[in-house]
């Protein structure tokens, strides 16, 4: 059964930084595409960042880039989310998200975690 666990999340002030983790269980991690999405408070769901599974390719929102750093081990099946100089609009629940291996979508989320960006 595949089971995605985010961690890491909490209160932090502008201009801080946090490192969020994603531990995947129960697939082979390294094939597939995973991503980060978040959802601000009131507002729906915006993609953050990507990283591929076969050749690591990294892409970013461009409200994040150059702050933001995703990352991957596939020994440890965990995916990571740097995130730094840190925004009050940052504020939200970032979740994970194992990509299909054929088409864009995503079969697989974790329960998410939450991120606060408040002075």
């Known amino acids: 059964e595949v089971h995605l666990v985010e961690s890491g999340g909490g209160l932090v002030q502008p201009g801080g930084s946090l490192r969020l983790s994603c531990a995947g269980s129960g697939f082979t991690f390294n094939p597939y595409r995973m991503s980060w999405v978040r959802q601000a408070p009131g507002k729906g769901l915006e993609w953050v960042s990507t990283?591929?599974?076969?050749?690591?390719?990294?892409t970013y929102a461009d409200s994040v880039k150059d702050r933001f750093t995703i990352s991957r081990d596939n020994v440890k099946k965990t995916l990571y989310l740097q995130m730094n100089s840190l925004k009050p609009e940052d504020t939200g629940v970032y979740y994970c998200?194992?990509?299909?291996?054929?088409?864009?979508?995503?079969?697989?989320w974790g329960q998410g975690t939450q991120v606060t960006v408040s002075s």
């Open positions: 990283i591929n599974g076969l050749d690591s390719g990294i």
């Open positions: 998200a194992k990509g299909v291996l054929a088409g864009t979508e995503y079969d697989f």
